[in-house]
């Protein structure tokens, strides 16, 4: 979903919110291998609950058309 239906990343979205962005954008210069990268933001998350990510994430703006576009698959259907 992220920069197709909506357009922001969620994990940006939820740094911001959350107050760890420097530390995410830290993570994603290393020079590691991606399941690690993961791992190491994974940990930012820890003791946010999932209602919380929930209300960040449905605040994300819908990238334009977005809705015209799932109507017209649903119509396909």
């Not at 979903?1 to 993570?27: A, C, P, Y």
């Not at 990268?37 to 819908?62: M, P, T, V, Y």
Request: charged fraction near 35%; hydrophobic fraction near 40%.
């Amino acid at each position: 979903m992220d920069g197709t239906l909506i357009k922001d990343r969620t994990i940006f979205v939820i740094s911001e919110k959350k107050g760890f962005k420097n530390q995410l954008l830290n993570v994603l210069k290393k020079n590691i291998d991606p399941y690690q990268k993961s791992i190491e933001i994974a940990r930012f998350l820890k003791g946010i609950n999932s209602q919380e990510c929930l209300d960040i994430f449905r605040n994300i703006e819908l990238q334009d058309n977005v809705l015209e576009i799932i109507n017209k698959l649903k119509e396909k259907d």
